[in-house]
């Protein structure tokens, strides 16, 4: 998946496979991890939005089923 970086103190990057809507995150402390079932919408109020890490943690961390695919 195609990652793009975000200006975030939490957050390095962010990709999203629409078709699988699977959400994919790389942490600035290097963890990257998928969470799946995710809606094209949150992933579109997550990139825009004023905090990603804030939004993150509201709205997808102990929302959405993930998996840690990297260190």
Known sequence: MIR??????DISSMG???AA???E????????????????KVFSEMINSVSCGKYFHSNIKDVYSGQRISK
């Open 4 to 9: 793009q970086p975000v200006n975030s103190s």
């Open 21 to 23: 809507q699977t959400l």
């Open 16 to 18: 999203y496979d629409e």
């Open 25 to 40: 995150i790389e942490f600035q402390s290097g963890g990257v991890y998928q969470y799946f079932g995710v809606p094209h």
